[in-house]
Structures are given as structure tokens and as C-alpha cells.
Nanobody, 120 residues
Framework: QVHLVESGGGLVQPGGSLILSCAASGRAYSINTMGWYRQAPGKQRELAAAISSGGDTNYAASVKGRFTISRDNAKNTVSLQMDSLKSEDTAAYYC??????????????WGQGTQVTVSS
């Protein structure tokens, strides 16, 4: 069982920056892709950023160039550097990890969520 704890959300002005962090604990055969989904009230959940265990990244078009996701496999942590924040980035951000257990089963672990609010 892999447990994810995320932190770093808060209130920031447009153009500001925040860093989200997510730490994985527990045992698994491997932790594959990690990243953040985000969801604003009344809108569909969307993948904001993801990073594979090998370091390959992908981003939503709306955040590309402003967000940077990174990963420390030794620490089992992932970070999301969010720059030039816009009001449109306001959402609850949920860290996730695709986990493979020793028995070969695969599941998605979710963080508790952290609120990012961009407002002047």
C-alpha cells in the first residue's frame, strides 16, 4: 500500500509562484508515473502534469511553459513548480501515483488534495 501526502497549496496572486510537493510512502514493486490532476468547481478533472519513473514529462497545454514537474526517485517525491500563475489555475490539485505491487497488480494511489487559489 502506497500512501501519498501532498502539500504546498495556498493563495497566490496572479503571476506568482507555488511549489507543490508529494511524498510517497509504503512498499511497492515499483512506482511508475506520478503527477497531479486538478479539478475546479463545475469543471472536469484534467491532468495538469505527469512524470514517469524515467523522467519523461507531459503537461496540459494550458500549463506548458509555466509548470515544471520533477521527481526524486530515491526519496519517492515529486514536485510541481508552478510559475506565472493565472486565475485559471485555481483548482484542487490531487497528486497521484501509478503503483505496481509485488504480486503484479496495478492501482492508482491518490493524495488528499491541496487547494491552489490564484486571485488578486
Amino acid at each position: 500500500q502506497v500512501h501519498l501526502v501532498e502539500s504546498g497549496g495556498g493563495l497566490v496572486q496572479p503571476g506568482g509562484s507555488l511549489i507543490l510537493s508529494c511524498a510517497a510512502s509504503g512498499r511497492a514493486y515499483s512506482i511508475n508515473t506520478m503527477g497531479w490532476y486538478r479539478q475546479a468547481p463545475g469543471k472536469q478533472r484534467e491532468l495538469a502534469a505527469a512524470i514517469s519513473s524515467g523522467g519523461d514529462t507531459n503537461y496540459a497545454a494550458s500549463v506548458k511553459g509555466r509548470f515544471t514537474i520533477s521527481r526524486d526517485n530515491a526519496k519517492n517525491t515529486v514536485s510541481l513548480q508552478m510559475d506565472s500563475l493565472k486565475s485559471e489555475d485555481t483548482a484542487a490539485y490531487y497528486c497521484y501515483a501509478h503503483v505496481t505491487l509485488h504480486g503484479g497488480s496495478v492501482y492508482t494511489s491518490w493524495g488528499q488534495g491541496t487547494q491552489v487559489t490564484v486571485s488578486s
